[in-house]
T-cell receptor, first 114, second 112 residues
C-alpha cells in the first residue's frame, strides 16, 4: 500500500517556466514532508521541507505547498533551469521515536528543456 | 558538511555469493538506514538502526541482514545474492530526532 504517491513519472518543462511536481499521501499521521533531488549515479540530496503546521515554505527558487485537507503537497520551481533536470522524490515522516523513518514516493523525472 | 560514504560505486556478484555493502558516516549520527531504489518503486527501506548493535526491519528485509558494531558504520549483508537483488543500494544517516536524512552516493549492484 503506497502511502506516498507521485502519480506523474515524468514532467517536461521549458527553461524559465515554472515546474510543478505533485505528491499525495494517505496517512493523516504524517506531519513532516521533505523533497529530495537525485541525479543519476548519485545519492538523493535534501532540497526543502515543510512541517504540517505550515502551508508554505520557500527557499530561493523552490517553494513547497502543503494542503492538509487534501493530503497533497507540491513543489514549485521558478524559474526552471536545465540543471534542475533530475528525479524528485517526496517523502513523509511522522514524529515520534528516535529514528524518524521516511516514506518515499516513487519519484518524478523532471526534464528542463533549454 | 555531512559525509556518507559507501564502499563501492559498482559491484558485480554471482548468484549465491555473500555480499557485503559498507556505509560510513562522519557526523556522529545515531540513525542509519539502508534503502534500495528500483525504477517505478522509489526508495524502499530495507533496514535501519538507531544505535550501535540495534537494528529494525524496514519494509523489505527479506534476503538481507545488517550489522552495526560501531556508531559510524552500518553494513548491509546479502546472505545469498539473487538476481532480484540487482538494484541501486543507498545508505543514509540522520541525527536523533531530526527528519532530514543524508545519503551516500549509492552502490549499483548487479547479480548475475
Amino acid at each position: 500500500d503506497q502511502q506516498v504517491k507521485q502519480n506523474s513519472p515524468s514532467l517536461s518543462v521549458q527553461e524559465g517556466r515554472i515546474s510543478i511536481l505533485n505528491c499525495d499521501y494517505t496517512n493523516s499521521m504524517f506531519d513532516y514532508f521533505l523533497w529530495y533531488k537525485k541525479y543519476p549515479a548519485e545519492g538523493p540530496t535534501f532540497l526543502i521541507s515543510i512541517s504540517s503546521i505550515k502551508d508554505k515554505n520557500e527557499d530561493g527558487r523552490f517553494t513547497v505547498f502543503l494542503n492538509k485537507s487534501a493530503k497533497h503537497l507540491s513543489l514549485h520551481i521558478v524559474p526552471s533551469q536545465p540543471g534542475d533536470s533530475a528525479v524528485y522524490f517526496c517523502a513523509a515522516s511522522s514524529e515520534g521515536g528516535a529514528t524518524n523513518k521516511l516514506i518515499f514516493g516513487t519519484g518524478t523525472l523532471l526534464a528542463v528543456q533549454p | 558538511d555531512v559525509k556518507v560514504t559507501q564502499s563501492s560505486r559498482y559491484l558485480v556478484k554471482r548468484t549465491g555469493e555473500k555480499v557485503f555493502l559498507e556505509c560510513v558516516q562522519d557526523m556522529d549520527h545515531e540513525n542509519m538506514f539502508w534503502y534500495r531504489q528500483d525504477p517505478g518503486l522509489g526508495l524502499r527501506l530495507i533496514y535501519f538502526s538507531y544505535d550501535v548493535k540495534m537494528k529494525e526491519k524496514g519494509d523489505i528485509p527479506e534476503g538481507y541482514s545488517v550489522s552495526r558494531e560501531k556508531k559510524e558504520r552500518f553494513s548491509l549483508i546479502l546472505e545469498s545474492a539473487s538476481t532480484n537483488q540487482t538494484s541501486m543500494y543507498l545508505c543514509a544517516s540522520s541525527l536523533w530526532g531530526y527528519n532530514e536524512q543524508f545519503f551516500g552516493p549509492g552502490t549499483r549492484l548487479t547479480v548475475l
